[in-house]
């Protein structure tokens, strides 16, 4: 990314990298309510998969209701919003010793005393989310921030134990795990349980008053709507065969390469502009079909392809354009923009920028803007979880699993016209079951993984007409 597009970068981005303790020393001086362990209102948190966005969370987590980092690295007071009171972190869970030490150091480090796991609560393996769970109590939350592929699990295990979620994006890796998000959400309903989910720009106040703006007819009827993030690429050289497989996979080295554990880097990318898409058009799309591909010379040993173009249409026959590509020296661009029959506008910017326009006819410029939202006060990684501890501390309705789910089954029907070659329906999605790896539930450290490298140490990627995964 430029240097530009790195000086908006969120909260949870100083926290990007664990191992660096430097970086954790960005939330030293943000002043958050102090913690009383013997207090009935403390909520409290169990870490499940202590990444850079699980700890960027965590301080997000700590921060609601009370003073806040804003875009331009100042804080702001997060008034009104109900959310305040004694938080603590009490429980973490990784696969990795190393992962878990560096989160640990970096949150005592920004956090202080409000980060309470001694080490017997500091849990290791694959079975690690369930004991950090169990230190939970009704009313506070499980924050599940690993690969895709174990969301499923992990929220089907809080919601039995009766416990709120913040879960992150991807949710699911495949249809047959969008499925179970969807069971477990409705079984959270039931239990008057709160889960948010982590697309945070549906907290984006710019967004919403643009929202706002299009169901009040400012831009006529929606036709397109075009969604961009192309930028270097993420490239990964061939296995070497001489660690275990299946936690290489998993390591932090290979976040996005692999179809089973994360989806790929198409959704994991896409996923917050696809459902700025359907949000803007306030609908789910009935068909998908794409191309794509990888440029001619590709080294990558990954299961994904480096170009994505997706065309989405929708029961009115209008079309919502998504464009993904990941390769070096090339132009770079990170924008969603919306052209109805009054005139056009641009939805979001570079790195989720809150630039929200519209403008005075067609032409997308800035000397051409009619109306700007107004700048944010709380960015929208901290609005979320202000949102869903307000409606766990005032006992409030605050769902997101279902519309997450639904988002990201269309970004996989998305992946999946492209991958198979085929027009995809939404109808189909939705009866899909298929899943890269139907026993991720059973995973142990001696698992074999779910794909396996050839003799080159190379992942079968996907050959369009002859891919099957919907």
Not at 76 to 103: C, E, H, N, W, Y
Not at 250 to 255: A, D, E, N
Not at 367 to 387: L, M, S, Y
């Amino acid at each position: 990314m430029n240097t530009d597009s790195s000086a908006r970068a969120s909260r949870r981005d100083f926290l990007k990298t664990t191992g660096q303790l430097a970086a954790a020393s960005a939330l030293a001086g943000v002043v958050i309510p102090r913690v009383h362990p013997a207090e009935d209102n403390t909520i409290h948190l169990a870490l499940i998969g202590c990444g850079g966005r699980g700890n960027g969370a965590v301080a997000n987590a700590m921060s609601a209701g009370g003073l806040v980092l804003g875009d331009d690295g100042g804080t702001k007071r997060a008034a009104g919003t109900g959310a305040a009171g004694p938080i603590q972190l009490v429980a973490m869970a990784d696969l990795r010793q190393d992962r878990l030490d560096q989160s640990y150091a970096a949150l005592r480090q920004a956090l202080g005393d409000r980060i309470a796991v001694p080490p017997e609560r500091r849990f290791l393996g694959f079975d690690a989310y369930r004991k950090a769970i169990d230190c939970l109590r009704p009313g506070d939350v499980a924050m599940l921030t690993t690969h895709a592929a174990f969301r499923a699990p992990h929220l089907e295990y809080a919601v039995e134990k009766g416990v709120h979620v913040f879960m992150e994006k991807d949710f699911a890796a495949d249809p047959g795990g969008i499925q179970r998000i969807l069971r477990a959400g409705e079984a959270a309903e039931k239990k008057g349980l709160k889960i948010a989910a982590g697309l945070m720009a549906r907290h984006s106040s710019a967004r919403q008053a643009m929202i706002q703006r299009i169901r009040e007819g400012a831009m006529g009827e929606i036709q397109l709507i075009r969604a961009y993030r192309m930028d270097p690429g993420y490239f990964m050289p061939p296995f070497s065969k001489k660690e275990n497989e299946l936690l290489w996979q998993l390591s932090p080295g290979h976040p996005y390469q692999f179809l089973w554990s994360s989806g790929g880097i198409f959704i994991e990318l896409m996923i917050h502009q696809i459902d700025e898409c359907f949000w803007i058009k306030d609908a789910w799309p009935v068909s998908a079909h794409g191309v794509g591909g990888r440029f001619a010379g590709s080294t990558d040993a990954s299961q994904n392809l480096d170009s994505y173009g997706i065309e989405y249409t929708f029961a009115d026959g209008t079309k919502a354009q998504v464009t993904g590509r990941y390769i070096p020296k090339c132009h770079n661009d990170f924008s969603t923009f919306v052209h109805g029959t009054r005139c056009a506008g641009k939805f979001s910017g570079d790195i989720h920028a809150p630039t929200s326009w519209i403008c005075k006819d067609q032409r997308i410029e800035a000397g051409n803007i009619a109306w700007r939202a107004e700048k944010e006060t709380v960015n929208p990684w901290q609005a979320e979880w202000d949102v869903l501890l307000s409606a766990i501390r005032n006992d409030r309705p605050h769902n997101e699993s279902r519309r997450a789910a639904l988002s990201n089954l269309g970004a996989i029907m998305g992946r999946a016209a492209v991958h198979t070659g085929k027009m995809i329906t939404w109808e189909e999605a939705m009866a899909s079951k298929f899943q890269f790896c139907s026993n991720v539930d059973a995973l142990t450290a001696s698992s074999p993984a779910p794909v396996q490298a050839n003799a080159e140490g190379r992942y079968p990627a996907p050959v369009p007409g002859a891919w099957t995964e919907i």
